[in-house]
């Protein structure tokens, strides 16, 4: 913003810059302080800082403690941020998955059927599993739906609410019909082989566990030939290798198959077909082998392989349901929320350090799941064998959840999740549900419609061409001061518009980066953030804002008296004329441009949003006649800046850091990059620093690509 527009206006928050070249005070509500003396630089400073404050004081800008208003504001608001949370933070365990429950006939408990569908071609199938809850789980749990990434191809894992049962124990018997049973001999006594079939038995002599698929037509007489080509009996290999002589000779061998390793299939990997082991299955005795349970078949082991993952989403989704009931716990209660005034706190409320804190009062950090799931330490749904502990914690309203440890988590990754639940709950509940989210953890956001009160009289039509103005718009004010005052600059203040646009404007500016954030955000849903933020970047900016106002003609309407304003006005205008294409957005103009010129966009967009009762809907009608075309994936350009970082990367040329300066308001900023012996450097001078580095960029990556060096050409 120029210095220019300061004077007279009474929202402008003065950021001041030492010259220490020229001992001048510089961007001030009045004019630059220019000192001089036989003293050194910092008691000059001191010097001309206590003579603006005397001037300040003087026209009414700061306090009889000669601070602003607006600072005091900051301050208390940084008063309630002081405690900092750990980096050490609880990972939550949600209560529906804790405890073990006896199996008592009388007790009813909810089914639920865990449906899988297998996706590729196995000599080993899967099959559905069941799931059995003490308490009833939440209907968007039920719906659950995901795929798996198995080493072969996808499972698709549906769950299904199957209605309440009640459980017995049953005595597993023989399953044979009388006098058709045969009973082999296994390390803990005579079974049957139907329970030996189809079980998972150990063998204490090599301490491996094992699937038994079968019998096979082999005996302890059988011939075994070894890996070097040597050929002897199953008996004397046992003898010889393990010390063991086997009593029951003539039993026929069975047929173990190691069980599946268990993975994190949640994770995506390549499909690609797993290749069998050539010792996957092994002849037993079964005298060696002791029945751990029975019957339970290989598909089964392989169907189970899958279940840690499984309950891991489940885990995950039942600790995001318990965060949603704390939340909604406080919601039921607390339906009036204070109204808070629009200040400066704006930026202390949205920082990263103000987010974490948010995060960590509300106890957030718990619920997040920030380490990728490893099956090894896999909580099993009811155990208490003793092999992890769990500890009990009350969260707000006495709800109860559980802690499995502790792990590190830096405050960036807190402050982002916090930006993604109030994403989350804006995208599926509304702006009524984002407010609710947002007041919860603590910020004071305004969610009420607050009953607009007319600030001041004016005619509007001895000032402005408001027909004209309204049909450009799409919009009929029913205040037209709303209109005056979003097109009034600093420098035509008068007693019956006692208004500039900036308070507009700082309402604007948020409104059209939230409007155009949603509409890329749900146009586009196959965009990542990178590809969405490079959109909103090139449509949300000074630039194309400066552009839409030339374009509509909007600047013979901004309502001044500054020769230097028209002349920087001029400027754009011209450097407008100059470009090849038509659209607004992006980073084309190689000149800098009038900032006011964006400033009147963003306040107009505050104007309607106040006039039509924070109707957003309305303001992007409006607002999109006059930033069309918007980008598309297929428009979006790169900013001049980026594109040459990228050059220097990929052809290892080396960018040397800028060189700023700063006098009377405007900022220079020097690029320069050494490309195979050859220097490429260009200054830019603008208001605005970001300005003068995109045309800095901008103007270099023009040499490049005109000496032929730019690989792109």
């Known amino acids: 913003m120029e210095p220019v527009t300061m004077e007279g206006c009474s929202y402008f928050k003065p950021a001041p810059s030492w010259d220490k070249n020229t001992c001048t005070l510089q961007n001030l509500a009045v004019e630059d302080v220019v000192v001089q003396g036989n003293i050194d630089h910092k008691d000059l400073k001191q010097t001309a800082s206590l003579e603006a404050c005397k001037q300040l004081h003087e026209i009414g800008a700061l306090t009889d403690n000669l601070v602003q208003d607006i600072v005091v504001e900051e301050a208390d608001s940084q008063e309630s941020g002081n405690e900092p949370c750990t980096d050490e933070q609880p990972s939550y365990f949600p209560p529906e998955l804790v405890g073990h429950f006896p199996m008592d006939s009388d007790m009813k408990y909810h089914c639920y059927l865990i449906e899988l569908k297998q996706n590729f071609a196995y000599d080993v199938p899967v099959h559905d599993v069941v799931l059995i809850m003490r308490k009833e789980l939440e209907s968007d749990v039920v719906s659950m739906s995901f795929d798996l ?23 597993w018997n023989c399953r044979l019909p009388k006098g058709y049973a045969h009973h082999v001999q296994t390390k803990d006594g005579p079974v049957c082989t139907c329970m030996l079939h189809n079980s998972l038995v150990s063998t204490p002599h090599n301490g491996h566990v094992y699937c038994i698929t079968g019998s096979l037509g082999l005996n302890g007489n059988s ?36 069980i599946f390793p268990v993975k994190n299939y949640l994770l995506r990997c390549r499909k690609q077909k797993e290749k069998e082991s050539s010792n996957s299955s092994v002849e037993l005795p079964p005298e060696l082998c ?49 109204i808070s005034k629009l200040t400066a706190k704006k930026e202390k409320i949205i ?63 807190i402050a982002d999740v916090v930006e993604a639940l109030i994403g989350a709950f804006l995208s ?49 004010f029913r205040d037209p001061s709303l209109l005056v005052e979003a097109l009034t600059h600093g420098s035509y203040l008068r007693p019956e518009i006692p208004r500039c646009y900036q308070r507009l404007e700082f309402l604007g500016d948020s409104v059209l980066d939230y409007l155009m954030t949603t509409h890329f955000y749900h146009n ?45 006005i001029v400027e754009t205008i011209n450097g407008f004329k100059k470009k090849s294409s038509k659209s607004t957005f992006g980073w084309q103009l190689d000149t800098t441009f009038s900032s006011v ?63 700023k300066s700063r006098d009377r308001g405007f900022t220079s900023v020097t690029i320069e990059v050494e490309a195979k012996g050859l220097s490429f450097k260009h200054t830019a001078t603008a208001a605005a620093e970001t300005t003068a580095n995109k045309v800095a960029c901008q103007q270099v990556l023009k040499s490049l690509k005109d000496s032929a060096l730019d690989s792109k050409r």
């Not at 990542?528 to 949300?540: K, N, Y």
Request: glycine letters at 6%.
């Open 351 to 413: 920082s990263n350090e103000a987010l974490f804190k948010f995060g960590c009062d509300r106890k957030l950090p718990g619920f997040i799941r920030n380490e990728i799931f490893d099956p090894k330490n896999w909580i099993v749904p009811g155990d208490r064998s003793g092999s992890y502990a769990l500890s009990e914690e009350l969260l707000f309203d006495a709800r109860k959840i559980y802690i499995r440890g502790t792990r590190k988590m830096t405050s960036k990754s």
């Open 597 to 659: 010129l964006a400033d009147v966009i963003e306040s107009l967009a505050g104007a309607i949003l106040v006039d039509s009762g924070y109707n957003t809907k309305k303001v992007f009608q409006s607002m999109r006649r006059l930033l069309e075309p918007l980008v598309t994936p297929e428009t979006v350009p790169s900013h001049p800046a980026k594109e040459l970082k990228e050059i220097c990367q990929k052809e290892h040329y080396i960018m040397k850091d800028p060189i």
């Open 223 to 258: 011939p075994l030939r070894l890996r070097r080509g040597k050929t002897i009996t199953y008996k004397k290999y046992y003898e010889e290798r393990h010390g063991i002589k086997l009593r029951f000779v003539h039993e026929s061998m069975v047929n173990g198959r190691h």
């Open 524 to 568: 586009y849903p196959g965009l990542s953030p990178g590809q969405l933020t490079d959109m909103r970047s090139a449509s949300v900016n000074n630039e194309c804002y400066a552009l839409s106002a030339v374009k509509s003609g909007l600047h013979k309407h901004i309502l001044r008296n500054s020769p230097e304003l028209d002349k920087q």
């Open 290 to 338: 002791s029945i751990v349970m029975s019957p339970i078949s290989i598909a089964t082991f392989y169907t189970f392989s899958f279940v840690p993952s499984i309950m891991h989403r489940l885990e995950s989704l039942l600790v995001a349901v318990n965060l949603k009931k704390m939340h909604l716990d406080h919601c039921i209660q607390n339906d009036v929320i204070p």
């Open 149 to 171: 990434d198995a080493d072969r191809g996808s499972l698709t894992v549906n769950f299904k609410y199957v209605g309440v049962i009640n459980l017995s124990i049953d005595q």
């Open 428 to 476: 599926t509940g509304g702006e009524t549900s984002a407010l609710l989210f947002m007041a919860w953890l603590g910020m004071k956001v305004d969610f009420q419609i607050i009953p607009y009160e007319i600030h001041f009289q004016v005619h509007a039509e001895k000032h402005l061409n408001v027909e004209h103005l309204e049909s450009l718009l799409d919009h009929s």
